[in-house]
């Protein structure tokens, strides 16, 4: 494709809006509600791990990190033959929004990787292990 980007989908996901910045992106839907995975690359010095997974975390109602708070949450990931940073973001029962979102961050050459599911707390949970497998898959230029 125009990315160059190698992925094997999860059968159940059906291809989603990309274009521009999302390099590739899926909808996902089950009796859990609904969501949606993108693939988003932007230039590296976007990839500050803070601001990002604070930005997520305000987009869900979720708490915020400090440095400290979040190196104990980021976990390494593979993301094909590279390495990410793996959060797993759950609101609290009284957010709004009722979201989660379960996101990678990978750095390669001059490109900040953001790989992100954004579901319902109930659909993220059931879709982690498929998400976990899918970013495995993905190999990224």
Request: avoid cysteine.
């Amino acid at each position: 494709s125009a990315t160059d980007l190698e992925l094997t989908a999860p059968p159940d996901w059906r291809p989603g809006k990309s274009g521009g910045m999302r390099k590739a992106a899926y909808e996902i839907e089950g009796a859990a509600g609904k969501g949606e995975v993108t693939i988003i690359d932007l230039a590296r010095g976007a990839g500050d791990r803070l601001a990002n997974v604070n930005r997520w975390a305000g987009q869900i109602g979720a708490k915020t990190y400090d440095e400290a708070s979040l190196k104990s949450a980021l976990q390494p990931i593979a993301v094909g033959s590279d390495s990410g940073d793996y959060v797993v973001l759950i609101a609290p029962p009284e957010a709004e929004k009722g979201q989660s979102i379960l996101g990678v961050i990978v750095d390669k050459g001059d490109k900040t990787w953001f790989i992100k599911l954004q579901a319902t707390t109930a659909l993220a949970l059931q879709e982690k292990a498929t998400f976990e497998a899918f970013v495995k898959s993905v190999q990224l230029p």
